[in-house]
């Protein structure tokens, strides 16, 4: 399940920083120029779905 894509989920703002925390990963990783594309392409997607979470907790 993904909170990001759940009409159902509930995030609040004691979860924001742990999002923003995984989004930064994300862009850490990404950032590698080594990076094979399959694999970028996938974290390109859960980066999509972090940034969903975060603009839904922060509407």
């Known amino acids: 399940m993904q909170p990001g894509r759940c009409a159902n989920s509930l995030i609040t ?4 920083a742990i ?6 990963s994300l ?3 990404l950032d590698n120029p080594r990076l094979a594309p399959g694999h970028h ?4 997607r859960q980066l999509d779905d972090v940034d969903q979470v975060i603009a839904k ?3």
């Open 13 to 16: 703002g004691t979860h924001t």
């Open 19 to 24: 999002w923003r925390t995984e989004r930064r």
């Open 27 to 29: 862009l850490t990783l």
């Open 41 to 44: 392409a996938a974290l390109q």
């Open 57 to 59: 907790a922060t509407r």
